[in-house]
């Protein structure tokens, strides 16, 4: 299972929960990354932890003020990006630049959606990975793969219909291991979470806990 702990913008000190990520990721089966902000991807690489973007931009080097170009996210040290969080939604022709930018700049990519045929559209973009995540269940701790099993279970169908070589995240809630059974018992290969961890007292107990089942 793939788990990717987003830090959004919760005032949590990137750089030690990139430590955790690093060390409990080698303690595992499970692949264990961090997204952090923009600013901090470079801090954050430098840990040796797995680092993503939260977001790239369909743009090109050139008049771009305030964008975030995948080249300059991929030279701070991520590997790979999300797009279209639900959090920082995009129109489906910038999701599909902002896909290519980050294959251009040789970043992983999981697209976000909010249900199965959003998932379908964003699958047929030819990312590496879809992510569905009802925005109604994020931040609430109520985790979609025992609240909502069914829309799990529609976007793996959703995004297998369309191209099979494309996996299934799931995110929402998710704060405990059985969570990510759950979610992997659904067919999901990895989750998304970002509270669960980033606003936990203890980030490093709360993964050592996503991951102990895996
Ligand atoms: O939006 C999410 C991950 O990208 C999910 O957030 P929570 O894990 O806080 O519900």
């Known amino acids: 299972m793939f788990v990717l702990v987003n830090l959004k913008t919760y005032p949590c000190d990137p ?52 964008h975030t170009i995948a080249e300059s996210v991929a030279d701070a040290g991520a590997i790979g990006t999300l797009i279209n969080h639900s959090e920082q939604r995009r129109k489906l022709a910038d999701i599909d630049g902002a896909v290519q930018a980050a294959q251009r700049a040789d970043l992983e990519t999981v697209v976000c959606a909010n249900n199965p045929a959003q998932i379908g559209a964003a699958a047929a973009l030819g990312p590496d990975a879809v992510a569905v995540e009802p925005p109604a269940l994020i931040g609430t701790g109520t985790p979609v793969s025992q609240a909502d099993p069914d829309i799990v279970e529609d976007a793996v169908e959703a995004a297998e219909n369309v191209d099979s070589d ?26 998304l979470l970002a509270s669960g961890v980033a606003k936990a007292d203890d980030p490093q107990a709360a993964l050592e806990d996503l991951v102990e089942p895996l």
């Open 166 to 191: 494309v996996s299934v995240l799931c995110g929402a809630g998710i704060s405990t291991g059985d969570d990510v059974v759950a979610a992997g018992d659904l067919g999901a290969e990895g989750v």
């Open 15 to 66: 750089v030690a929960v990139a430590e955790a990520v690093r060390d409990v990721n080698e303690d595992t089966d499970a692949r264990v990354a961090v997204a952090p902000q923009a600013t901090h991807i470079e801090r954050v690489a430098e840990t040796g932890a797995e680092t993503w973007a939260q977001h790239v931009d369909p743009i090109e080097h050139g008049s771009n003020t305030g």
